[in-house]
C-alpha cells in the first residue's frame, strides 16, 4: 500500500530494496538514475530532431547555449581545444547527469512516497523514489568510471610505458622519483574515495535538511532550502566534472610535463575550497 510519510523518518544511509528481479535488487536511488537517464535520452532525442538547423529555433539555441557555455568552461581548464573536444563528451554526460539526479532529488513525492513492507515482524515505510547521489554506492560508481577514464586517455595519449613510469620508477635509478611515483599511484586511488565521499555527503546531507526542515515548519519554510539543494546540486556536479577535467588533463601530460600543471592545480584549490 502506498501511503505519505505522516511522521519524521531520517533518511538511512543506505538505500532501500523496493523489489527484485531475480536475486537482482531495484533500489528506490536506482529507480531515481533510470529515471535520470531517460530524461538525458529525451533530451538527447529532441536534440536529434531539431537536425541541428542553421537557423535554429527556441529549443535548439537552448541546448547550443548549454553546449558552447560549458565547452568554454572546459576549454578554459584544459587549455587545448583539441583535448577539450576529446574529453567533451564524458565530461558534458558526467555533468548534466549528476546535475538532473541531484535536482531530481528535490522533486515533490522523492522520499515522502512509500510502500509498506513487513521486516522481522515490524511494517516498515520505504520510499519508492529517493536522492540518486544519497547512495553512496551511487556516487562509487560515477566515481569509478572518471578515474578510469582517465587512466585510459592518459595510456592512449602517452602509451602504457611512458604512463606507466609516472608511478613506477626504479628506486635506484632516481630514489626520489620512485618516492613521488609511490605518492601520485596512492593519489590516484585516493581520488576515489575523495569524488565518491564528497558528492555523497553534500547530497545526503542536503536531504536529511529538507526532511527535518519539513517537519519543522512546513509550507512555506522548505522553500528558501529547496533553492539552496538547487544550488548545491549543480555546484556539486559542476565541481565533479571541473575536478575530471582537471584530472584528465594531468593524466595526458607527460612526465615532467608543466606547461598547465600550474593551472590544474589552481582549479584543484578551488575545488576544494
Known sequence: MIEAMSAIEPPTLASETIAHIGSFQIRNTLIMAWLAMLV???LVFLARRTKFKEI??????FLELIVEGLFGFFDSIIGEKSATRRFFPLLATIFLFLMLANWMGILPGVGSITISEELHGEVLNLPIFRSMNADVNMTL??????????????????????YANKFFVLPWRDPIGSFVGILELIAEMAKIISFSFRLFGN?????????????????LAPI???????????????VFAMLTAVFLKMAVTAHGGHEHGQEGEHAVEMAHA
Open 40 to 42: 538525458v535520452f529525451a
Open 141 to 162: 560508481a560515477i566515481a569509478l568510471i572518471s578515474v578510469i577514464a582517465t587512466q585510459l586517455f592518459g595510456i592512449a595519449a602517452l602509451g602504457v610505458i611512458p
Open 203 to 219: 547530497i545526503f546531507a542536503g536531504e536529511v535538511l529538507l526532511v527535518v526542515i519539513s517537519f519543522l515548519m512546513p509550507y
Open 56 to 61: 535554429p529555433g527556441r529549443f535548439q539555441a
Open 224 to 238: 528558501p532550502f529547496l533553492g539552496l539543494e538547487l544550488f548545491v546540486g549543480f555546484i556539486q556536479a559542476l
